[in-house]
């Protein structure tokens, strides 16, 4: 493996459209994809009520993993984020993370945000932030051979 450069992880993380988010279950690690937005270095998902809203108001220790892989070369990039999630109680940044995902969002093949002048309500009711404690990331070194790569095996 080799490290990521500051750039290439800002790229990643402006670029990747899921983060795979990983909560604490009774003690055991339970992780989702979610669509996500970053604002002021803070990560913001939308989440419904649920297992995953629960893990946060009682442990707000979280992970989020970002990644994207290249299946024609078995190459991968990885930045994990490790942080601090609270549910958001103040409805300007819920209304600045909605904005922030419609526009995200809005290219995307087959969603309603990629026809002009449609708007639909989120419906997940809940935003949450992830404040980053530490933030790395990685990518296929050259040592690996093709056989050794994902995807590859």
């Not at 339970?30 to 990560?43: A, G, K, L, Q, R």
């Not at 995200?104 to 969603?111: H, I, P, T």
Request: aromatic share 6%; charged share 20%; proline share 8%.
């Amino acid at each position: 493996m080799e490290s990521l450069n500051a750039g290439e992880i800002a790229e990643l993380i402006e670029d990747a459209p899921i983060a795979h988010v990983g909560v604490l279950h009774e003690g055991r690690p339970y992780v989702t994809p979610m669509s996500y937005v970053v604002i002021d270095e803070v990560f913001y998902f939308r989440t419904a009520a649920g297992r995953r809203l629960d893990c946060i108001k009682k442990e707000a220790a979280a992970c989020l993993e970002i990644c994207r892989y290249d299946a024609s070369s078995g190459h991968w990039s990885s930045v994990v984020v490790t942080g601090e999630a609270t549910v958001v109680t103040d409805p300007n940044v819920d209304a600045r993370v909605s904005q922030a995902i419609l526009h995200k969002y809005r290219g995307l093949m087959g969603s309603p945000l990629g026809h002009p002048g449609v708007v639909p309500p989120l419906m997940q009711p809940f935003v949450v932030a992830v404040r980053p404690i530490e933030v790395t990331g990685f990518r296929s070194g050259s040592g690996l051979s093709p056989g050794l790569r994902p995807g590859r095996l």
